[in-house]
């Protein structure tokens, strides 16, 4: 995460991801790749220059913020929520087939997972 606007492309993108992973598209993925909280930043006095106009910088703790109403206080604590969401989740995965990619397509063989071991 930046204090000084968005990380880059593709942070930006995986951040956007996860927050559409978290809350969905619209309480999500939209208010981090919009400019939705620009009045707020603009009061808390976080501001950029662009095309001559001073807009509000939404940065990415704006957003993290507001999605989660403060639930946590960096993008590292979201983060491992969210790892710890999905470990536990873990005993719940079906088993899953597959032809092997990697052996020989004359002799295709079926893989089975059951686990994440």
Known sequence: SSKIGT???LMGR????????????K?????YISNQYEKEAKAQ???????GKQIGLVTDEIVLSKV?????????????????????KFGKLNKVSFIDPNGSWARQQKVTIDNIN
Not at 27 to 31: A, K
Not at 45 to 51: A, E, H
Not at 68 to 88: A, G
């Open 27 to 31: 309480d999500g993925m939209v208010p």
């Open 68 to 88: 989660f109403n403060n639930q946590y206080n960096s993008w590292i604590d979201f983060k491992k929520d969210m790892y710890k969401e999905r470990e536990d």
């Open 7 to 9: 990380p880059g492309d």
């Open 14 to 25: 995986r951040i956007a991801f996860e927050l559409l992973a978290a809350k969905g598209y």
């Open 45 to 51: 006095g976080k501001v950029i220059t662009s095309y």
